[in-house]
């Protein structure tokens, strides 16, 4: 097949919604075509929040069925898959899944992180794995679960892009980049942290062998290529499998002094290391540590991202307002800067429902103005974005002793203009903004090093990235000691919330 002829389908499932994407690779050229865009709604049963797994694969059948209509002699080069971390499908010894998969922002998993550390302290978990604490990770699902029919009778554990690809392809794997969120992984050895799984009681033996990204993991199956109208052997790539695993990857940094921002519902926000940084200091500051491409380390701190705007627009749309994003960030961007921040990295906000109201709640305990229209919230939701976004990047590059010169914003976030200003002026550097199909790019070009298409190493993947995709610079303005003294007012605030007992506990032992 000519160069010029290499597709690849990107299925990349993200919390709002799911797409599969066709990118065309050749030396020098690299475009995306969108095929398919499908809602991911989660749906409440009996007071637990699933994912509706089943109409996810339904939409990436769509997806690839639109992808071989827009493909030569409906045949595409490969396909990878990437999602969300840490949930997960239990199966049956026959491969039939045992329960929808649950959402990680159900309250199943309260207490857990309490009974983890009874069996093993924060600091021996985090030294063994250097993994941020998060109340939803896969470690407190699994003793969330314990005792459940579900898990007294799972054959296999299979992460949500490992699910969507046996059910494609009929193969069992477990992709390194997502296996690294479940907190049983070593980052220095990049295989299973045996020690921690047995004192958790953990049988290991439910998730199937390793891959790592450029792995083969199966062909469609007969069925699947009927269904889509492709012409068969499809194979299947190991991608990073994590979303940011992939939107990593498709940083167009040129050096190597940069720092990321994976922006949509998360913002993850950090470097990309050679090994990891598994200190008591990390650990206090809650870094993470999750595996990349290449032998790379994701070294980032989960903030809440635009997930608190995007709810605040829900919030006020079910009560009958209309506000539109583009007038809603016009408005935000003539309101008083930095007049209230809050911590956009508290659990607080992590659960759906009423967040304009916990917005306001924050302010109002930090003894801030509380925000009094729409645009005022919103102006409060993107200061304290660019805020948390200085203050990880601060401390990553402080932790690991690197220097930073340069802060690269990718995902949906690049559409935010205002975000991305502010970001720049909070950091006191310049903002490259862009791609914002991130993880889709570093997917396919993941794919495509592995046919053959392109060669080289993540240097070399970049490049063709800074290359071939719009891309726009902000440069920081304004007084930069402002942002200096609201970081400090927050600090206060979130001493005083410590004292209280109504601050952010990151660990129930820490």
Do not use: K
Not at 182 to 201: E, K, M, S, Y
Not at 224 to 245: F, I, N, R, W, Y
Not at 285 to 305: H, K, P, Q, S
Not at 420 to 438: I, K, M, S
């Amino acid at each position: 097949m000519p160069t010029t002829e290499h597709r690849f389908a990107a299925v990349d499932l993200g919390a709002s919604s799911g797409r599969v994407i066709v990118g065309e690779v050749a030396p020098g050229r690299l475009t995306l075509h969108e095929a398919h865009r499908f809602p991911n709604r989660p749906t409440r049963v009996l007071g637990t929040l699933h994912w509706n797994i089943l109409s996810l694969y339904q939409g990436v059948l769509e997806g690839l069925n639109a992808a071989a209509a827009h493909t030569a002699h409906n045949r595409l080069t490969s396909i990878g898959i990437d999602t969300w971390a840490v949930d997960y499908g239990l199966l049956a010894a026959d491969g039939t899944l045992l329960a929808n998969p649950v959402h990680y922002r159900d309250t199943r998993t309260t207490g857990a992180a309490e009974r983890v550390a009874a069996a093993l302290p924060p600091r021996a978990l985090y030294a063994a794995t250097g993994l941020q604490h998060l109340p939803f990770n896969t470690i407190y699902q699994l003793m969330a679960a314990q005792g459940t029919s579900a898990r007294t009778a799972a054959h296999r554990l299979l992460l949500i892009p490992d699910l969507i690809s046996y059910w494609l392809t009929g193969e069992l794997g477990t992709e390194l980049t997502n296996a690294s969120t479940t907190q049983l992984i070593d980052p220095r050895t990049r295989g299973w942290a045996t020690p921690v799984a047995a004192a958790l009681d953990i049988d290991l033996s439910l998730f199937p062998p390793l891959r790592h990204p450029g792995d083969p993991a199966g062909t469609l199956r007969p069925e699947v290529l009927a269904e889509t109208g492709l012409a068969g052997p499809v194979p299947v790539t190991a991608v990073g499998s994590h979303d940011t695993a992939s939107a990593v990857v498709g940083v167009p940094a040129t050096t190597p002094d940069f720092a990321y921002i994976a922006t949509g519902t998360w913002s993850l926000a950090g470097l990309e290391l050679d090994a990891p940084v598994l200190t008591e200091a990390s650990r206090a500051a809650n870094f993470t540590n999750e595996l990349g491409v290449d032998g790379t380390v994701r070294y980032l701190r989960n903030i809440m991202g635009l997930w608190m705007l995007q709810e605040c627009l829900r919030t006020w749309e079910s009560t009958g307002g209309e506000h539109h994003l583009p007038t809603l960030l016009e408005a935000a961007a003539e309101a008083t800067p930095l007049r209230s921040v809050v911590d956009a990295g508290d659990p607080v906000f992590i659960a759906p429902d009423h967040m304009p109201d916990r917005i306001a709640d924050a302010c109002r305990r930090s003894g801030q103005p509380v925000p009094r229209t729409p645009a005022e919230t919103t102006r409060c939701v993107l200061d304290s974005l660019a805020l948390a976004h200085r203050r990880a990047i601060e401390d990553a590059a402080r932790l690991s002793g690197r220097t930073v010169r340069t802060v690269h914003i990718v995902g949906g976030g690049v559409h935010n203009t205002l975000l991305c200003q502010l970001t720049a002026d909070a950091c006191g550097l310049p903002v490259v903004a862009g791609p914002a199909e991130a993880a889709a790019l570093g997917n396919v070009l993941v794919q495509a090093r592995t046919a053959g298409a392109i060669t080289g190493g993540l240097t070399d993947l970049r490049a063709l990235l800074h290359s071939t995709q719009p891309l726009r610079q902000y440069e920081p303005t304004g007084d930069h000691s402002a942002w200096d003294r609201a970081a400090a007012r927050l600090g206060d605030a979130q001493a005083t919330g410590a004292a209280t007992g109504q601050g952010d506990e990151e660990e129930p032992c820490a």
